[in-house]
């Protein structure tokens, strides 16, 4: 049943952005099959519809859980409508209870897209990468997927063009000898620099 409901949202998202951007795909043979944390850069509310809407490839949907702030699950209505999709995220604290959740999905098979910004960035600004999104790749076994979103913060009527691009996905690494907290630092600075190189490749 949540993968018909998946396909119904799929395909009301599809039509909307159809009619309001231009939305170009890149890298989708890099898609993951089974389990993944697909990590992107932040810098609109509709950054996870993008990047959703692009997993779709030739093999399938790709249904994905989001990493959300729980916020989103103090609205009722909105809460009986997305809570399927959504692994709750208390922002600005260590909240082991998603971690477990996401690395539980994760060692399912299921796929996760995560925003390791945490928060959403404006262009060129700098900010904090969450380690998290490492530790849950390192512990599970699932690949992380860099991924990079063009900014969409203009008004949606005038067509602006959005790409979504998927590069390859990869295992983080610990160097023997090295602190955990060390290794996650390292991966997720890496992580980002992945990501920006994905958006450098566009221009």
Same mark, same amino acid.
């Given at each position: 049943?949540?993968?018909?409901?998946?396909?119904?949202?799929?395909?009301?998202?599809?039509?909307?952005?159809?009619? /309001?951007?231009?939305?170009?795909?890149?890298?989708?043979?890099?898609?993951?099959?089974? @389990? #993944?944390?697909? *990590? !992107?850069?932040?810098?609109?509310? %509709?950054?996870?519809?993008?990047?959703?809407?692009?997993?779709? &490839?030739?093999?399938?949907?790709?249904?994905?859980?989001? +990493?959300?702030?729980?916020?989103?699950?103090?609205? @009722?209505?909105?809460?009986?409508?997305?809570?399927?999709?959504?692994?709750?995220? =208390? $922002?600005?604290?260590?909240?082991?209870?998603?971690?477990?959740?996401?690395?539980?999905? +994760?060692?399912?098979?299921?796929?996760?897209?995560?925003? @390791?910004?945490?928060? =959403?960035? &404006?262009?060129?600004?700098?900010?904090?990468?969450?380690?998290?999104?490492?530790?849950?790749?390192?512990?599970?076994? #699932?690949?992380?997927?860099?991924?990079?979103?063009?900014? *969409? $913060?203009?008004? %949606? /009527? *005038?067509?602006?063009?959005?790409?979504?691009?998927?590069?390859? !996905?990869?295992? @983080? $690494?610990?160097?023997?000898?090295?602190?955990?907290?060390? #290794?996650? =630092?390292?991966?997720?600075?890496?992580?980002?620099?992945?990501?920006?190189?994905?958006?450098? &490749? +566009?221009?």
């Amino acid at each position: 049943m949540a993968a018909v409901i998946y396909r119904i949202y799929y395909w009301a998202v599809w039509i909307y952005t159809h009619l /309001f951007y231009k939305f170009h795909v890149h890298g989708s043979e890099n898609v993951v099959d089974g @389990p #993944a944390v697909v *990590c !992107a850069n932040h810098s609109s509310m %509709m950054d996870p519809l993008m990047v959703a809407l692009g997993m779709r &490839n030739s093999r399938g949907y790709n249904q994905p859980k989001f +990493l959300a702030k729980s916020e989103l699950g103090s609205v @009722p209505v909105l809460r009986s409508i997305i809570s399927f999709l959504i692994v709750y995220v =208390r $922002r600005g604290e260590s909240d082991i209870a998603a971690i477990k959740k996401s690395i539980e999905h +994760l060692k399912s098979g299921g796929r996760l897209i995560v925003f @390791p910004e945490g928060r =959403r960035v &404006n262009e060129g600004e700098k900010s904090d990468v969450k380690t998290g999104v490492i530790m849950m790749s390192m512990r599970s076994g #699932a690949p992380v997927q860099p991924t990079f979103v063009t900014e *969409c $913060r203009k008004p %949606m /009527f *005038c067509r602006r063009r959005i790409d979504v691009v998927f590069g390859e !996905a990869y295992m @983080p $690494r610990k160097m023997s000898g090295e602190a955990t907290s060390e #290794a996650y =630092r390292r991966e997720a600075d890496e992580l980002m620099r992945r990501i920006e190189k994905l958006g450098e &490749n +566009l221009k």
